[in-house]
């Protein structure tokens, strides 16, 4: 049974707690949270134990959760990994690549387990592609969100356009070769609307749409690859396929196109079976798992420094441009 301790208890932290509750190798000692309002709503309704001092929740448990503003995020892990305790905390890993590279030197040098939350990576629609060979070669992503003022301490590359680059540099197995970007501020001091585009050396292609003041949501994500075309919508947990028929597609749509010269081809559209998972009780859940088995984590503080290198590649990408418009 690992003892865990919730760092931040606001929005996403309540569906931690939620799932913690829920989870069987989990027990939750307590929780830290500067604001009192917040700390006493939680303390009574979750009838958990408010930490005044994070360092002595640390002591107390064998995991830290934590789920406080991205700027906290260092600190809080530093502090944690010192102590020997394993460390879940939320995406972005932190707020600067300097802090993000100290974190895994850090990691490396101790005997503790840390996980991102790239929570994405644990998307039903995600996980229904479990079995499908995935070697996308142009990929084309919307993600869409309305104006909420939380999550604007970062820019939307880091607080939205970053579970892409993470689910992208998971599929993209090679190096990133060149990266176009343009993005504008228009509610806060950092771009909230972005459009990306990261070449790769096997020459893949994505791009990316990120946006935070759109009128609706979206979250999707379009892989091109030499057989088929797979649509994962994030938001409404659907997985579409579709791709030229082979022996193994049985019981699968499917119609023919004439092909140049008087051949055919026979074209199969399916859906794959979409798990009925709950993302944050899986990631959490795996975590425990990796701590308990001693087997790497599904989303490690590499994953989560390479992400953010990539973001902070764009953020400058984008700052270049606009002093030089
Ligand atoms: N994985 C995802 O999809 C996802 C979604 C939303 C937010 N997040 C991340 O989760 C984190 C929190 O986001 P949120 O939307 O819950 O924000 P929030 O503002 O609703 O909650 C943050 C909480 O942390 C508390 N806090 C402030 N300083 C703290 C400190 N030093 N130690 C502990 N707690 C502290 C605040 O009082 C507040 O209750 C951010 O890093 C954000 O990027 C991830």
């Known amino acids: 049974m690992l003892k865990v301790g919730v760092f931040g208890v606001g929005h ?45 929740l640390m002591e107390a448990c064998d995991l830290v959760d934590i789920i406080a503003p991205t700027p906290f995020h260092f600190s809080l892990c530093e502090k944690a ?22 974190l895994v030197q850090l990691v490396k040098e101790s005997n503790v387990k840390l996980q991102v939350g ?34 604007t301490e970062v820019s939307v590359i880091l607080d939205l356009m970053i579970h892409d680059i993470d689910i992208i540099l998971s599929l993209v197995r090679s190096e990133v ?19 990306v585009r990261i070449e790769f050396n096997n020459g893949c292609v994505a791009n990316l749409t990120s ?19 797979i649509g994962i919508d994030f938001l409404n947990k659907k997985t579409e396929i579709i791709k030229l028929k082979t022996p193994q597609d049985v019981d699968v749509f499917s119609f023919d196109i004439e092909t140049p010269g008087g051949g055919k081809k026979t074209i199969a559209l399916s859906n794959p079976p979409v798990p009925e998972v709950n993302a944050i009780r899986m990631e959490l859940e795996k975590f425990c798992e990796a701590i308990l088995q001693n087997t790497p984590t599904r989303v490690s503080e590499v994953d989560g420094f390479r992400a953010m290198d990539i973001a902070h590649q764009i953020l400058r990408k984008i700052k270049h441009n606009t002093i030089n418009t």
């Open 12 to 56: 996403l932290g309540k569906f931690h707690l939620n799932n913690w509750k829920e989870i069987k190798s989990a027990e939750l000692v307590g929780f830290y949270d500067p604001n009192d309002d917040i700390a006493r709503e939680v303390a009574e309704k979750y009838q958990l134990p408010r930490f005044l001092d994070a360092e002595r």
């Open 81 to 102: 990994i010192r102590k020997g305790r394993h460390v879940f905390v939320e995406k972005p890993l932190a707020n600067t690549m300097e802090e993000a590279r100290e």
């Open 118 to 151: 790239h929570v994405e990576r644990f998307n039903p629609a995600y996980l229904a592609l479990q079995s499908m060979q995935l070697s996308p070669m142009f990929i084309e992503v919307h993600r869409l969100a309305q104006f909420n003022p939380r999550g």
């Open 177 to 195: 070769k060149n990266i176009s970007a343009s993005g504008v501020a228009v509610m806060t001091e950092t771009p909230d609307i972005a459009s």
């Open 211 to 229: 946006s935070r003041i759109s009128m609706k949501k979206m979250r999707k994500m379009r892989l091109f690859q030499k057989d088929a075309y």
